[in-house]
Nanobody
């Protein structure tokens, strides 16, 4: 059974930083690209970032490019999201999700391939003074 457990959220002031973690189990983590997605209050799911199976390639939504860094440790089956220069509009529940199928590390990282139904319970990030 696929299990994804997010942690690391909290309350942070604008301009601050936070690092999220996602512990994965129940599937071959190192074979799958992974993603972070978020859902702000009253809004739908928004894709944030993708990372290839070996971690060598990453993509970001324009809204977080240059501020967020996605990474992974395949020896620990763990995904990370380092969030810097946080803004109030980053307030949301953050989820990690796997791709729908394993993928070679050199193939394009298409947000349409994210399995949104695989996401965990999420971790709340609130950016406020």
């Amino acid at each position: 059974e696929v299990q994804l457990v997010e942690s690391g959220g909290g309350l942070v002031q604008p301009g601050g930083s936070l690092t999220l973690s996602c512990a994965a189990s129940g599937f071959a983590f190192s074979s799958y690209p992974m993603s972070w997605v978020r859902q702000a209050p009253g809004k739908g799911l928004e894709w944030v970032s993708n990372i290839s199976s070996f971690g060598g390639r990453t993509t970001y939504a324009d809204s977080v490019k240059g501020r967020f860094i996605i990474s992974r440790d395949n020896t620990k089956d763990t995904l990370y999201l380092q969030m810097n220069s946080l803004k109030p509009e980053d307030t949301a529940v953050y989820y990690c999700a796997k791709f729908k199928r394993p993928q070679s590390p050199w193939l394009p990282l298409n947000p349409a391939d994210v399995d949104f139904n695989s996401r965990g319970q999420g971790t709340q990030v609130t950016v406020s003074s």
